[in-house]
Nanobody, 123 residues
C-alpha cells in the first residue's frame, strides 16, 4: 500500500501561483511514477501532469503546458505541482496518484490515490 496526502491548495486570484505537495508513505516511493489529476464540479477527473520514477521524464495536459511544472524529490518521498499563471478554469480538486506503470496519463493505470486538495482561482 502507498498512502498519499496532498497539501498546498487554497484560494488565489487569477494570474497567481500555488505549489501543491503530495507526501507518500508505505512502499518505496521511487518505484512509482507519479501523476496529478484534477476534477472540477460536474466534470470527469482529468489528467494534469505525470513524472517518471527517476529519469525526470514528464508529461503535461495541453491546458496546463508551459504554466504547470511537476517535480519529485525521492529523498523526501514527495511530488510537487508548481502552478503559475492560474486561471479560473483551473479551479478543481487536485489529486495525486501513484502508478507502477511508465508515466501513465490514464486514470485506470494508477494504483493509489490521495484524498485531494481544493484549488480555487478567482477572476
Amino acid at each position: 500500500q502507498v498512502q498519499l496526502v496532498e497539501s498546498g491548495g487554497g484560494l488565489v486570484q487569477a494570474g497567481g501561483s500555488l505549489r501543491l505537495s503530495c507526501a507518500a508513505s508505505g512502499r518505496t516511493f521511487s518505484n512509482y511514477a507519479m501523476g496529478w489529476f484534477r476534477q472540477a464540479p460536474g466534470k470527469e477527473r482529468e489528467f494534469v501532469a505525470a513524472i517518471s520514477r527517476s529519469t525526470g521524464i514528464t508529461y503535461y495536459a495541453n491546458p496546463v503546458k508551459d504554466r504547470f511544472t511537476i517535480s519529485r524529490d525521492n529523498a523526501k518521498n514527495t511530488v510537487y505541482l508548481q502552478m503559475n499563471s492560474l486561471k479560473p478554469e483551473d479551479t478543481a480538486v487536485y489529486y495525486c496518484a501513484a502508478s507502477s506503470g511508465v508515466v501513465p496519463r490514464i486514470k485506470r493505470e494508477y494504483d493509489y490515490w490521495g484524498q485531494g486538495t481544493q484549488v480555487t482561482v478567482s477572476s
